[in-house]
């Protein structure tokens, strides 16, 4: 039988090494994958890192990749540490690129016409959160349920708006809107896909959200909410109130994101299964893997843009399915979960 | 008219059938206290292991039965990262189905569009849902093994103390849960539509799980719900070439029926009915 015992301050290098150790088996495992559908784990990996960041072209798609991850990731990071487990960043993100959309296509071009887009982007994607921070902090109903719920009502929202109404006039039998006019368009680095502002937002997001938490008094009741809601009723903090800001906050940087997306890379909102690549779902390992500290998914980010990219990659040079960033995903998050209880606790062996 | 409305029964008691077992074994662990978020990928496991089985050996039977044993396998991972590493079970689920629908659109990917020249029939799956149902129902009611499994996820410390070993019901309630999924996988790939197709449980397994909810964990409502929820999607079916109303909204429909019956449920506080220590790990000792 194996036992458990708590171990209440481990060692910083203990912790750094179960982690280290679980990426190890993470790769094990998914090469066992690889190896069941018939190609070498040697193979995928060794293309996986000189397609990635061994070129420029490589990096340039991890970045890519990186910013919608960077602003979801940050502010799912804040609503996990307060104990909201939102894991409908993926409708939030596709909320908010219908609400930049609407800026695009309806208002007159102008100087103002990007920032006016982000802005109800972040107001969008944060109204999506809101229905569950509402059933949650009201009566009670268990976030995670409603969150993916409504990911799948957003995405059928998009289909229709890009099918219907929404439909561009010159595109013929495709599902996509008209493209968007230049003043709505965010510049990128070079000839690649980077569009930097968004980037910088996203550095902006991730360090603004950890000054909140940890330097301000709004952020102490978020912390105390997070760590014991019984508490937090205690001591006469808006529990409910502390809840519904979560929610808009991490539905709202999810918003931003889908804005980056259409104003930096499509130039148009199109099917939903294009506009995203499982960023809400990617970004919930970017900001797991954060541990409560938003700002530390500037390095968790590109991390998980690295294995976005790959996964491209894999689809490309071995024609795999797109489903390989599921297993990558899946397998990373059961081991790293997995290590947080190995790095909380001695393992023992018998009685 | 009649045979319209028998006609739509008919196709609600299959739309329903898959949805009825996910459900059957997400009661089941979840009345044992274990939540597992990873329906849905567990059933496209099963979908796959059944069709690839049955495919290479022509036999139903074995492919049924190696279904059960995949969801269950699955299950175990899930049990083993939350009961004994004391992991996030939300978490947990959550990689479980991003495993699950990876592994399976990975390693289907040669089985992909192929379709079952001999596909098995509907109604048996149909007819042991239901009969399981009952039987649960009687299980958990009137035996003391069924008893002893609410105890576990009512009040772990007082069946632990009356020697019941609340880890290893949990493990079997686990195994249970997954081993159903499983089998609603199967129903899909061998009989539903006898083909594989990547993402063919769409969205499937999530409806299950808050249909556990829905039914307040009592099986024989399980039946009355997935009914009804096999209904609507028959109407989704039905509707969509006759209405003007867009057919997203009827793809939408489950799905907000979801979050509204979510809702009222806990408006009107039925989640009174959910076993007490649900999703709340027990460690002799500790507290």
Redesign the interface.
Known sequence: MIRLEQEPRPRRAKVLGVYLGMGVVAFALTGGVFAAYGVSPWEVYRALLEGTLGERQGLAEVLRRTLPLLLIGGGLTLAFRVGFFNIGAEGQLLMGAVGGTAVALFLPPGALSLPLMFLAGAVTGGLWALPAAWLRSRVDVNEILTTLMLNAVASSFVLYLVSGPWRGEQVQGYTYTDAFPDAASLPVLGETLVHWPTGVLGVVVALALQVLLTRTSLGYALRVVGASPRAARYAGLPTQRVVLLTGLLSGGAAGLAGVGEVAGIHHRLLDPTQLSLGYGFTAIIVAWLARGHPALVLLTAPLMGVILAGGDLLKISFNMPFRVIDVFSGVLLFCLISGEALARYRVRWGR | MIDEMLQALLRALSFGTPLLLACLGTLVNERAGVVN?GVE?MMALGALTAFSVATETESLWLAVALSLVAGALAAL?HGF?TL?????A???G??????????????G?RY?GAILLEPAPELPFTVAAGVLAVGLWAFLYATRPGLVLRSVGENPAAADVLGVSVGGVRYLAVAFGGALAGLAGAFLSLAYRPAWT?GMTA?LG?IA??LV?FVGWSPLRAVLGSLFFGLLYYLQFRLQDQSRV?T??F??MP??L??GV??L???R?T?GSAPAALGKPYHRG?R
């Open positions: 978020l990928g991972l990262v004994t590493l004391r992991a996030n939300y978490v947990s959550l990689a479980l189905t991003m495993l699950g629908l990876g592994v399976s659109g990975l390693l990917n992909e990547d969205g999530w799980v808050a909810i867009p997203e909204l793809a939408a799905y907000l979801v979050v979510l809702a449920a806990g408006l506080r989640q500790e």
